[in-house]
DNA sequence: CAGTCGATTCACT
DNA sequence: GTGAATCGACTGA
């Protein structure tokens, strides 16, 4: 159930600043995906930080690309991504523009339109796996490339928005290594949880591919 | 223009 | 714990 002071959407300033100080400040906040059967709401409670000049784990490393456009943009848009030919994932992408910072979202409790989800995510075992895991999160939500580059500060009817939601405590704030990323970039300790929140998915560290043939 | 592999998930052993 | 699924963005020739 979320009460009315938490249903404030998050102002643009709040993403417009670097991305290591945005990334756990998401923890805790509501975001929201409007469809037409029904909004659904989670509860962050996982993210991964990715700072695009610098950040050999980024998108944005190697420069601006049809895929990557939305990273250079304005904060507060969605970045949405393919990859494993199969999933999406999301991102939200974090100031000053044209940086190309952006903060992964990788986890999340269903507060709302749990129905909803369990139809997209019909492996799911419990609600806690509803939103377990970035493309997890996306699938349950609905989100795919139709959405990339929404404004998530929007306050009209948009189909995704960030809510104040209710923060989590620095104390009760974890972090550690990025989950999959390959190389030197991963070690970087930008990934941030929830303490013992049961939605949060799995560390894995990057797993390379064997060759064919 | 072909080769490589990914900010992953799922089914199985 | 291991491997398959599946496709398109990116790379380098």
């Given at each position: 159930m979320i009460t009315p002071p938490d249903r404030t959407p998050l102002p643009r300033e709040f993403f417009d600043r670097p991305v290591l100080e945005v990334a756990p400040d998401l923890l805790g906040r509501t975001l929201v995906r409007t469809t037409p059967d029904g909004p659904i709401a989670v509860?962050?409670?996982?993210?991964?930080?990715?700072?695009?000049?610098?950040?050999?784990?980024?998108?944005?490393?190697?420069?601006?690309?049809?895929?990557?456009?939305?990273?250079?943009?304005?904060?507060?848009?969605?970045?949405?991504?393919?990859t494993y030919g199969m999933w999406f994932c999301m991102n939200l992408v974090c100031g000053p523009e044209g940086r190309a910072s952006a903060v992964l979202l990788r986890a999340g409790e269903?507060?709302?339109?749990?129905?909803l989800a369990r139809k997209r995510r019909l492996s799911a075992r419990n609600d806690k796996e509803l939103a377990k895991g970035p493309a997890r999160l996306a699938t349950a939500l609905g989100v795919d490339r139709a959405l990339d580059g929404t404004d998530a500060c929007d306050p009209g009817e948009t189909p995704l928005r960030m809510l104040t939601g209710t923060p989590v405590p620095s104390d009760q704030v974890?972090?550690?290594?990025?989950?999959?990323?390959?190389?030197?970039?991963?070690?970087r300790p930008w990934r941030y949880w929830v303490a013992n929140d049961p939605t949060v998915s799995p560390y894995r560290a990057h797993a390379p591919r064997r060759r064919s043939s």
């Open positions: 509860r962050l409670t996982e993210v991964e930080a990715y700072d695009g000049p610098n950040d050999p784990g980024s998108h944005a490393y190697r420069g601006r690309t049809a895929r990557n456009d939305v990273m250079f943009g304005p904060p507060g848009h969605v970045y949405v991504y393919f269903v507060l709302e339109g749990a129905e974890l972090n550690g290594p990025r989950t999959g990323v390959a190389g030197e970039g991963g070690v």
